[in-house]
């Protein structure tokens, strides 16, 4: 069966540090994977998908297909990147399989 | 280009009762998926809508039922109300549910007493 997996419910570092955010999956298939984000009081956004290879807000992730994981990183965390982090894996139409979450919060 | 729109945003319904809730992609999506989000299961999969018919469903019980219409709208039923179906309801819309991005709404947040 797929599965996500966030080990880290809650992530604390300072302004500045690097922060990255841990996800491993188990599919069988080829996996589609995504970071979604949720800030307080906001509605959940896709902050970054595998397939695009981009980076958004300075965040990046890379699937490594040999160790299945898509951990998210930011060299340099800010105030703003405090938030509610999902790892999801879609796997079939609509069907997204999302990791526990973790929650992040940068203190100054 | 207004987003996902859930209402009602709460809602309060007594053990036993049926509830609707209802929701409005982004226009020109026609792929609208359905989860519970509660703080002991995290967000969970119901089920997926395209085009009128139902292509994927989760996990759930047969008390939770969906449907879509010919403008893509979508509504959510969950009959007989128990206690452990309190939880926040997100509904999210994509163009097709396969590579496109989906978008999410506010939720709406069901208490069952």
């Known amino acids: 069966a797929q599965r996500v997996t966030q080990p880290e419910k809650l992530l604390s570092v300072f302004k500045g540090a690097p922060v990255e955010l841990k996800c491993n999956y188990s599919?069988?298939?080829?996996?589609?994977l995504f970071w979604y984000v949720q800030y307080s009081r906001q509605r959940l956004q896709l902050l970054l998908r595998h397939i695009s290879r981009e980076s958004i807000k300075g965040f990046t992730a890379d699937l490594n297909k040999g160790e299945t994981s898509f951990h998210l990183k930011k060299p340099f965390a800010q105030e703003e990147d405090s938030a509610m982090y999902y790892c999801?894996?879609?796997?079939?139409?609509?069907?997204?399989?999302f990791g526990a979450g973790t929650q992040v919060v940068v203190t100054p | 280009k207004a987003g996902v729109t859930q209402t009602p945003r709460y809602l309060i319904k007594t053990r036993g009762q049926q509830v609707t809730l209802s929701c409005s992609p982004i226009?020109?999506?026609?792929?609208v998926s359905w989860y519970q989000q509660t703080p002991g299961q995290g967000l969970q999969f119901l089920f997926e809508y395209f085009s009128e018919t139902q292509r994927n469903k989760g996990n759930f019980p047969g008390r939770f039922s969906g449907r879509q219409f010919s403008n893509s709208r979508s509504e959510m039923n969950v009959s007989t109300l128990e206690l452990g179906d309190s939880a926040l309801y997100l509904c999210a819309s994509s163009f097709s549910g396969a590579a496109a991005e989906a978008f999410f709404g506010q939720g709406t947040r069901l208490t069952v007493v």
């Open positions: 999801a894996l879609r796997y079939s139409w609509g069907k997204l399989q």
């Open positions: 226009s020109g999506h026609r792929s």
């Open positions: 599919y069988s298939g080829s996996p589609e």
